[in-house]
T-cell receptor
């Protein structure tokens, strides 16, 4: 079966712009969670969506937002980009939530210049 | 606040056993997860412990002691392909925190 698909794989944006990243979970998975990974801060949890509702949220500013559609596909948006937002953004899907086996996509590498 | 501590690097030889420890401080606790990540790759879920004790999955085992705020990942019969970074992560109400990762190097 198809894995978790993230698009785009690579993205270069300018400070002040906004960006939308997409994540298509494994068929049948209702939970999608998002993470930011940087060399300095490591892996950090952004938020989790389950059945179109944000269920959990990490400690990120309001510039970071997300949503989930009825087909479980999810998007995350970052507005007013800062240089420090340059990172690998990962999403993971699971059947019921972050406690269960989660499958990660290959990530979107965002570079802010 | 929350903090997780795990060793930054561990080296072992092929066929050996290695234990990666994780201690945590959290205001709430649901469970402890472990992830593996190869260089340039995405993390892979290894295990989740919500209750005290040992969970075994093939060559990998994970242990949790909630009273000690401590867990470990045990890798047996090490193979070269096990060279990777290993992250522990704590679930608490509403959030998830990761350790900085342990880089495991397996030598022949």
């Amino acid at each position: 079966k198809a894995g978790v698909t993230q698009t785009p794989r690579y993205l270069i944006k300018t400070r002040g712009q906004q960006v939308t990243l997409s994540c298509s979970p494994i068929s049948g998975h209702r939970s999608v969670s998002w993470y930011q990974q940087t060399p300095g801060q490591g892996l950090q949890f952004l938020f989790e969506y389950f059945s179109e509702t944000q269920r959990n949220k990490g400690n990120f500013p309001g510039r970071f937002s997300g949503r989930q559609f009825s087909n479980s596909r999810s998007e995350m948006n970052v507005s007013t980009l800062e240089l420090g937002d340059s990172a690998l953004y990962l999403c993971a899907s699971s059947r019921t939530g972050m406690n269960t086996e989660a499958f990660f996509g290959q990530g979107t590498r965002l570079t802010v210049v | 606040g929350q903090s997780l501590e795990q060793p930054s690097e561990v080296t072992a030889v092929e066929g050996a056993i290695v234990q990666i420890n994780c201690t945590y401080q959290t205001s709430g606790f649901y469970g402890l997860s472990w992830y593996q990540q190869h260089d340039g790759g995405a993390p892979t879920f290894l295990s989740y412990n919500a209750l005290d004790g040992l969970e075994e999955t093939g060559r990998f085992s994970s242990f949790l002691s909630r009273s000690d705020s401590y867990g470990y990942l045990l890798l047996q019969e090490l193979q070269m392909k096990d060279s990777a970074s290993y992250f522990c992560a704590v679930r608490d109400p509403g959030d998830m925190r990761f350790g900085a990762g342990t880089r495991l190097t397996v030598k022949p």
